[in-house]
């Protein structure tokens, strides 16, 4: 084994190594302070908040479909109009408007 | 066995022997992997938050309906819902947004005693007295505000508040910009005091069927909407994996088109590389040696830009906070996000980045290689 081997092969272990470490210390601690915080904060609130995205400047249904569960951008400003807002397609989450509510309509022939 | 660890020393040696290759190869790799890697880790970081969000909400979420929207819920009902069979505990809150100066906030409304009594996400304390709040922190740092100041805000109604504590930045996103008082003060602001926006209802656990038959005759003639739980838990969970599954999706065609630039990096030199696998075959290398001696080159490669790719996205999100690259992931934060970004690094999203680095830089290789190996060593060292 040259040197040169030597340090490509130490090197990448080393990666590797400080790879699987931290997956290891990350899983062991799994933050506690900051997991603690993040549980308080939610009991403090009662459970407040569920979607990627700060605000609901768009509306609730990214930020917490529990205050609103349908996109408002179907009502305004064009009533069926296009649902343009970023907060469904621009972070990592997704909620779609619940359906567990609905109008039962029997269709009369 | 000698042989093949031969072949990876080898492999090893011609990483630095073609550094120019090696390199471009590994940045393109990369480049490809840690916005991936970022992604799914915030992603899982959020979910991890919003489950914790749906544990701590009630079991119940009751709400009245007009138009098809949430509406809120009048405070008569509050008593003789507590004393339905089941119900532990009915925590009402209001939950509205105002604008602070020309900043959107998120106001939280809840009465005193149904506060746990110590909490740690608080730096300061909670509130006691009227007109006391607690700031969130990307609010407290954008406005400059510390424990003890006043600021005044318009919701329906003004009212001068004075800042009690501030959240903690590890706190959770939904706590950056909110601002959390008591149920009163949040009902003055809105110009709504006798009203919720709804009712949390924890229930003694197999009784939610009841307390909803119950709920259904007190509230008979009004429209409202009960949710649970577990929707809710389903919903998230699916919302989650939705958006995983289409970055995933995504980045399986970003790998593909990624595959032509690989092969041209991958193929930079290689009318040397086409003479020294000629020089290979004519001094008694057979074929299958040869594509082990480029598959060993292409899983170190793929190796070291995996794992570099991991620390890079580990770096930036844990030590950066996800600077610049949170605001496309996290809707309505600043290019230096004032708190936590929350991520959770996870196993699997590293061994499919590796995999994905791999399956790119051998078929960026492999069959030139092949090609280059299969014909007469003169015809290759031509």
């Known amino acids: 084994m040259t040197k040169n081997t030597f340090y490509i092969l130490g090197t990448i272990i080393c990666l590797i190594i400080a790879v699987v470490s931290f997956f290891t210390i990350d899983a062991l601690h799994s933050h506690t302070t900051y997991i603690r915080n993040v549980q308080d904060f939610q009991k403090l609130v009662h459970g407040v908040g569920l979607g990627a995205t700060t605000k609901p400047a768009w509306g609730y249904i990214n930020f917490d479909p529990r205050?609103?569960?349908?996109?408002?951008?179907i009502e305004w400003p064009i009533p069926g109009g296009y649902c343009y807002s970023p907060d469904h397609s621009g972070t990592v989450s997704f909620i779609s408007d619940t359906i567990e509510t609905g109008v039962l309509i029997d269709i009369l022939k | 066995m000698n042989?093949?660890?031969?072949?990876?020393?080898?492999?090893a040696?011609?990483?630095l022997r073609h550094r120019t290759k090696t390199i471009v190869v590994c940045l393109c790799?990369?480049?490809?992997?840690?916005?991936?890697?970022t992604a799914i880790s915030i992603s899982e970081g959020i979910r991890e938050q919003s489950l914790a969000s749906v544990e701590e909400g009630g079991d119940l979420y009751l709400t009245f309906d007009e138009f098809g929207r949430n509406t809120s819920v009048p405070l008569k009902y509050l008593e003789e819902i507590r004393t339905i069979f089941g119900v532990k505990k009915a925590v009402p809150r209001i939950i509205g947004r105002a604008y602070f100066q020309n900043k959107l906030v998120v106001i939280v409304g809840i009465n005193k005693e149904d506060i746990p009594d110590s909490v740690s996400c608080i730096s300061g304390r909670m509130f006691e007295n009227p007109n006391e709040v607690i700031i969130g922190n990307e609010l407290a740092r954008h406005f400059h505000l510390r424990i003890g100041d006043q600021f005044s805000m318009r919701g329906q109604q003004r009212k001068v508040f004075t800042a009690a504590g501030v959240f903690t930045p590890d706190s959770g996103i939904w706590g950056a910009s909110l601002l959390f008082m008591s149920f009163k003060d949040a009902g003055e602001l809105f110009g709504k005091p006798e009203v919720a926006t709804d009712i949390q209802i924890y229930s003694i656990p197999g009784h939610n069927s009841e307390i909803a038959t119950d709920l259904y005759s007190i509230l008979m003639n009004e429209p409202y909407r009960l949710q649970d739980k577990q929707i809710i838990e389903l919903f998230v969970k699916k919302g989650f994996l939705l958006k995983e599954g289409i970055f995933t999706a995504l980045y399986v065609v970003a790998f593909a088109l990624g595959i032509p630039a690989i092969l041209v990096a991958s193929g930079f030199g290689l009318s040397d590389r086409r003479k020294e696998i000629g020089i290979m075959k004519a001094t008694g290398w057979n074929t299958l040696e040869v594509l082990e001696l480029i598959?060993?080159?292409?899983?170190?490669?793929?190796?070291?830009?995996?794992?570099?790719?991991?620390?890079?996205s580990i770096f930036w999100i844990r030590v950066f906070n996800g600077i610049f690259i949170g605001q496309f992931f996290i809707a309505e934060i600043?290019?230096?996000?004032?708190?936590?970004?929350?991520?959770?690094?996870?196993p699997l999203p590293f061994l499919l980045s590796f995999f994905f680095a791999l399956l790119l830089t051998m078929?960026?290789?492999?069959?030139?290689?092949?090609?280059a190996s299969s014909v007469s060593p003169v015809v290759a060292m031509k």
């Open chain 2, 363 to 371: 078929v960026g290789s492999i069959y030139s290689s092949w090609r």
């Open chain 2, 3 to 11: 042989k093949h660890i031969n072949l990876l020393l080898l492999a």
């Open chain 2, 29 to 37: 790799v990369i480049a490809i992997l840690s916005p991936f890697i």
């Open chain 1, 67 to 73: 205050i609103e569960p349908r996109c408002t951008c």
């Open chain 2, 295 to 312: 598959t060993f080159e292409q899983l170190l490669i793929s190796l070291l830009g995996a794992t570099i790719a991991i620390l890079l």
């Open chain 2, 334 to 346: 600043t290019l230096l996000p004032k708190f936590t970004v929350p991520s959770k690094f996870l």
């Open chain 2, 13 to 15: 040696e011609n990483l």
